[in-house]
């Protein structure tokens, strides 16, 4: 199992490296030169080509593309992504306490999914068919199929307006994670919850299962080692929510006026602040990488034939 974890972190390093180049590359194709950006940031009445240039000495825009990309990559990896072209701070000044925020929710939403997912898919598996099974399946596609900032207006409309039990916005307390957390769970857990049942549908039909009740093993352990098998597909699936809800909570957060990296994102959009994008960027691309390979990593430990498979 040591080597599998080892020959799989090594994978994902280039990986990262092609992530970092892209990244890069892709804010650089920018129309907007970024010395600009600064100058109308300080509100530079007048313009002038040779302020430009000057702010881009400055700013170290004058070097070549391979250095700037070079210099910029390793101070990436002390967590150094430069500095706010708005507001002057320090980007991970900026982006960390945002981020904090953002995993705290992501993380706390995604045990929330899992929990309904597996629940619900399991329960729709047993009862495959049935009125349960069908109901919960039509409700489930109802809910995902409305918008989320829909879903939210109303919920913050009858839990805080209405009955006033609830916060609208902020994150002061234990009660400002319930809207939030009960909107992302709506969006995924309807649809992941299906990936579990059909997991759930395709391992009962599997030879194990007869062979078991034909040896008169209890119900309940055939159901065990079913859902154990079946969440071996479903591992995968949860392990990637967690960057997707991570990179997705952009509506969510400024309805709610979370201090998270969706608002800051769209912020850091809307004034151009490229060294904020272009580490948020990163961060969500290699959540991907680091989860993906997480995921694979829990899926060898459960099962070792996948060990000899990289």
């Not at 929990?115 to 329960?123: D, E, F, M, N, Q």
């Not at 809207?179 to 992941?192: E, F, K």
């Not at 599997?206 to 071996?232: C, F, W």
């Not at 151009?272 to 691309?285: E, G, M, N, S």
Request: proline share 5%; hydrophobic share 55%.
């Amino acid at each position: 199992m040591g080597m599998y974890i080892i020959r799989r972190m090594l994978l994902a390093v280039p990986l990262l490296w092609a992530i970092s180049l892209l990244t890069f590359i892709l804010i650089n194709l920018s129309p907007m030169d970024p010395a600009v950006v600064v100058l109308q940031a300080q509100g530079v009445p007048s313009i002038t080509d040779e302020l430009i240039e000057r702010t881009q000495q400055q700013l170290g825009l004058d070097q070549p593309f391979l250095v700037r990309y070079l210099n910029w990559m390793l101070d990436c990896l002390q967590l150094d992504f430069g500095n706010s072209y708005i507001t002057g701070q320090s980007v991970w000044a900026l982006i960390g306490p945002a981020f904090l925020n953002t995993l705290r929710l992501t993380l706390v939403s995604a045990v929330s999914i899992i929990a309904v997912s597996v629940l619900l898919g399991v329960l729709c598996a047993l009862q495959a068919g049935r009125v349960l099974d069908k109901s919960v399946r039509t409700l489930a596609f109802i809910l995902t199929a409305i918008p989320s900032y829909g879903l939210a207006a109303l919920l913050v409309w009858y839990f805080s307006v209405r009955l006033d039990l609830l916060p609208t916005s902020g994150m002061d307390s234990y009660r400002s994670y319930i809207l939030p957390v009960l909107i992302i769970t709506i969006s995924y857990a309807g649809l992941y919850f299906r990936n579990v049942r059909s997991s759930m549908l395709s391992n009962m039909n599997k030879d194990y299962v007869l062979y078991g009740r034909a040896s008169g093993l209890p119900e309940r352990v055939i159901t065990m080692h079913i859902l154990r098998n079946s969440l071996q597909v479903a591992i995968s699936i949860f392990c990637m929510a967690i960057p997707i809800i991570l990179g997705s909570t952009v509506v969510v957060e400024n309805v709610f006026a979370w201090p998270g990296l969706g608002s800051l994102s769209i912020r850091a959009i809307l004034s151009r602040d490229f060294p904020v994008i272009q580490a948020y960027v990163l961060i969500l691309a290699v959540s991907f990488v680091i989860f993906n390979a997480i995921s694979d990593m829990i899926n060898a430990a459960m099962n070792p034939k996948l060990r000899n498979g990289l």
